[in-house]
Each structure stands twice: as structure tokens, then as C-alpha cells.
């Protein structure tokens, strides 16, 4: 409970909770929007390269990439013209492309495994929306000129920065100035999507709601007996903080 108390028992170190926690409700409207775009991207795919299955079991294991091998060679048909769909689709074509995330045998059959050529590498064992951070997600968007319909520009890589910086705080700490900042990156990146997507709609008022939320109290809670109540009484507050943060504060016991 100790470290808890001095997580948010600072004005700098409750603005990194809040950031984390409104990353995180970003991230939870972001999955749904991502799995349905990936979902019409390879049906897409699909109608270019076809759907009939790898019966070779095409691997990396013949593809050297230092080597003057820029993309895998396959002796297979079907991995090969998915190979070429999915290089023309991305926007780093002439850099480093994370072919070996990926299982090319699938291509064909799961829309994650060409998903996740135009993520950061580390995610070969990732195979559903779950398992993909809000950077590798952001990537994604970013790298895939399916997105390029949306017309985000340069505001995923916004986004990314906030991650990124608020992951690699060495000291899990934030100034107001840069809460409010990457506040405002988010909100622009979720004033485009909400064009495209209802799950963003509420997103603005949450990150409202967080931003005014006195966690402080909860680090002089002197009700809260043990850990698990203190973050117990964390977690609600930030389901439903509309409706129960005051309620909550008059029942703290604050001195």
C-alpha cells in the first residue's frame, strides 16, 4: 500500500496515474476499431491475392535478410502474391519490414498474421486483438496504407510519444503542462476516429472526468486497511467516476 500512497500521494506523480489510466481507456476503444478494419482489410487482400490455403508451409528459414534478401523468397504461389500485396500496402517499403513477426503459411487465412508485418518486432507469439499493446496498434495504423482513408497524418505518432514517455518515466512522474499536452494529442487523434467509429464518442468525457479526479484522497484514505481495498477503491472510482467520485470523497475520511 506504501508504494500506492506515493504513486499518487504527489500532484506529479497522480498526473502519470491518470495518464496511464486514459491510455488505457484509449487503448480498450481502440481494439474493436482495429479488429474491424483488419477484418475488411484482408477480405480486401483476399479478393487480390485469393484465399486458397499455403499447401508448402512456407517458413523464413530460406530468406536471409542480410543477405541482399530484402523480401522472403518463396517457392509458392500463393505466399509469394501475398507477400508482394502486403509489401505494396506498406508505407515503409524501402526500410526494415517485420516480415518475421509473421507465419506466411497463414497469410492467406488470418487477417493478424499480415497484420502484425506492419508492427514493431516481438510480436511473431501475438495471434489475436489481446495481445497487442496500444503501440503496437498505433504502428500498425500507421504502417498500413489501409488506414490512410482516415486521414490521421501524423497523429498516431503523436500518440505514440505519449506512450512512450509515460512507459520510460524513470520515475513514474508527469508535470501538469505535459498531462495537458498529451491530453490534447489524444483528443486529436480521437476527433478524427470518432468520424469512423462510435466507441470513441465517450472517450473525450472520460478523459475529463480523469483529469478532475482527486486521487490524492485515496493516498490519506486512512479506511483503507490493506492494498487490496485501496485499489479496490481505485478501480471503481475510475469505472464510474461521474457518478461516484463525490460520493466517494465525502466517505473518505480525510485529514
Not at 125 to 152: E, T, W, Y
Not at 181 to 210: A, Q, W
Not at 232 to 244: A, Q
Request: hydrophobic content about 35%; aromatic content about 8%.
Amino acid at each position: 500500500m506504501d508504494i500506492i500512497r506515493e504513486l499518487i500521494g504527489n500532484p506529479e506523480g497522480m498526473n502519470w496515474f491518470k495518464c496511464v489510466c486514459i491510455l488505457r481507456c484509449f487503448h480498450k476503444r481502440l481494439e474493436p476499431f482495429i479488429e474491424e478494419e483488419i477484418t475488411v482489410f484482408h477480405q480486401l487482400m483476399s479478393e487480390q491475392c485469393g484465399c486458397v490455403p499455403c499447401a508448402n508451409n512456407c517458413d523464413f528459414s530460406n530468406w536471409n535478410p542480410t543477405h541482399n534478401q530484402p523480401i522472403p523468397l518463396f517457392d509458392c504461389e500463393v505466399c509469394t502474391a501475398w507477400r508482394d500485396a502486403i509489401l505494396t500496402h506498406h508505407s515503409n517499403q524501402n526500410g526494415k519490414v517485420m516480415w518475421t513477426n509473421s507465419k506466411p503459411h497463414l497469410w492467406s487465412q488470418d487477417e493478424w498474421q499480415v497484420a502484425k508485418v506492419y508492427m514493431p518486432n516481438g510480436h511473431k507469439n501475438h495471434n489475436s486483438p489481446g495481445d497487442f499493446d496500444i503501440a503496437a496498434l498505433l504502428c500498425l495504423m500507421n504502417q498500413c496504407k489501409h488506414f490512410k482513408k482516415f486521414k490521421l497524418g501524423g497523429l498516431c505518432e503523436e500518440v505514440s510519444f505519449v506512450r512512450n514517455r509515460v512507459m520510460h518515466s524513470p520515475n513514474y512522474q508527469l508535470k501538469k503542462k505535459d498531462l495537458d499536452n498529451y491530453m490534447t494529442r489524444i483528443r486529436k487523434l480521437c476527433k478524427v476516429l470518432v468520424k469512423h467509429h462510435p466507441n470513441f464518442g465517450s472517450l473525450s468525457r472520460e478523459i475529463d472526468k480523469i483529469q478532475r479526479l482527486d486521487l490524492i484522497l485515496f493516498a490519506r484514505d486512512n479506511q483503507a486497511q490493506n492494498k487490496e481495498e485501496l485499489e479496490d477503491k481505485l478501480v471503481n472510482t475510475l469505472e464510474y467516476p461521474g457518478k461516484r467520485v463525490e460520493k466517494l470523497k465525502r466517505s473518505l475520511s480525510v485529514r
